[in-house]
């Protein structure tokens, strides 16, 4: 089966090495891919949102699944798009529809979802420019911390915890007044604050049933212990210490048994990766988000410990019969880091030359692989006059197992001090929580 991938990014890159490993892979794309994208299968220069064009090209490479990787073109109907179109509508779309993507493409959406469904979560309201100044009462008398998100998608930037009332009503006022996050922010979703230790959760479903796949712990501050601005993610590791057998159990009877049965009783075609943002608050799970794909860099840990046939599970999805598959997890830690261009998550350079050093050694590029408990996966590349220069914030994430977490850490550490580009930075202290 020749299989297209869409998006750039380190999801991307995780999702075709582990997808051309599979058996019924015959030809990979990945539109538009990046450097390390093209060790696994051929780019193509494709906008994702243009559906048009993404067609054609499936009819071109005879493209029997599609994977989809970032969430704009779930939350556009991508899904929608090829089951509706009678040329390419047998084709295998790995995602939600339109509308069932909404649950990560609101806010509102979701925390109404939850509602319905008796799902734990943050209690909260909902406001406009309609409502406005009933926000700004509302404010005034919340407790805090308060937590205002922006209604749409707005590139991870769109969640902000205000420390005081002042600073609430003017972040306020700047999102519905003056378009701080665009057309996303038009409406905001103002939280109470949960104090609690977050993790990632993944599962994949066919709307009806799903398997669980292995949870992950997201790194989103720039700086050491946490400190700094937020990014999409300097690093992650899997498992969780604190998920335990009991934790989890309570997850999947309290949140995802109840979000599936709520996708069948509100007929929500859903096929895919579906991620709970999850915060555990006295000993139990609360959603703090619904994604509607993999996390990044959650991706370059749970596809490491995955053991599966990726591909085989997804055809299991596509006929819906996921619960028919066994989840197979490689029970060693996983950790991966990210190295970041200078500046990110503010202003930064593209264009910077990578030099892998010793990893362009031969020699070493056979131990670079998952047999030897490493890979390095391209987030922000480009290949340019032969060499690989950044042309993103995130730059690389190198994805390492080992038996225990600090070990994986530690592997890591010890890769990226081989790499190097100008102003590259990278935190050394992911995991730093469970490591003694």
């Not at 390390?36 to 493209?63: H, P, V």
């Not at 989809?68 to 390419?88: A, H, Q, R, S, T």
């Not at 057309?183 to 990632?200: H, N, P, Q």
Request: with cysteine; glycine share 10%.
């Amino acid at each position: 089966m020749n299989i297209l991938i869409l998006g750039g990014g380190g999801r991307e890159h995780a999702l075709a090495w582990k997808i051309k490993q599979s058996t019924s892979c015959t030809k990979l794309f990945i539109a538009p891919g990046n450097a390390g994208t093209a060790q696994s299968g051929e780019n193509i220069d494709a906008n994702i949102n243009d559906f048009d064009a993404i067609k054609k090209l499936c009819l071109k490479k005879k493209i029997g699944m599609v994977v989809i990787g970032p969430e704009d073109p779930l939350v556009n109907g991508i899904y929608d798009f090829f089951k509706n179109d009678e040329e390419i509508k047998d084709i295998i779309v790995i995602g939600p529809s339109k509308e069932a993507a909404q649950l990560e493409g609101s806010k509102a959406f979701a925390k109404a979802f939850m509602m319905r469904h008796n799902i734990p979560t943050a209690g909260y309201k909902e406001f406009d420019e309609s409502n406005y100044l009933d926000g700004l009462e509302y404010l005034k008398k919340h407790s805090l911390p308060v937590v205002l998100k922006a209604d749409g998608l707005a590139a991870g930037k769109g969640v902000l915890i205000c420390q005081n009332h002042i600073e609430a009503m003017s972040e306020f006022e700047l999102m519905i007044q003056r378009a701080k996050f665009g057309e996303a922010g038009k409406k905001v979703v103002v939280e109470e604050f949960l104090k609690g230790i977050e993790l990632s959760v993944f599962v994949l479903t066919d709307g009806k049933k799903f398997v669980l796949l292995p949870e992950a712990k997201d790194y989103k501050r720039i700086g050491k212990n946490d400190t700094g601005l937020n990014t999409g993610g300097m690093g992650a590791i899997s498992p969780v210490p604190f998920a335990h057998e009991a934790f989890m159990q309570s997850v999947i009877e309290k949140v995802i048994e109840p979000t599936i049965l709520g996708l069948q009783k509100e007929n929500l075609e859903y096929k895919g990766f579906l991620f709970f943002g999850l915060i555990k608050v006295d000993g139990e799970p609360m959603v703090i988000e619904y994604n509607c794909r993999l996390g990044d860099p959650e991706a370059e840990v749970v596809l490491l410990r995955l053991k599966n046939d990726l591909v085989q599970l997804f055809e299991a999805t596509s006929r819906q019969r996921i619960h028919e598959e066994k989840i197979l997890i490689d029970s060693r830690s996983a950790a991966a880091i990210m190295a970041v261009s200078g500046g990110y998550p503010g202003e930064y350079e593209k264009g910077k030359q990578i030099d892998f050093g010793y990893l362009e050694n031969p020699e070493a590029k056979k131990s670079i692989d998952v047999d030897g408990g490493v890979m390095v996966f391209h987030a922000g590349t480009v290949k340019r006059d032969n060499e690989i220069v950044t042309c993103g914030g995130r730059v690389l994430a190198v994805s390492s197992l080992a038996d225990t977490l600090a070990e994986a850490v530690e592997l890591s550490i010890e890769i990226l001090s081989q790499i190097y580009f100008e102003d590259m930075y990278f935190r050394k202290d992911i995991g730093f929580e469970f490591i003694s």
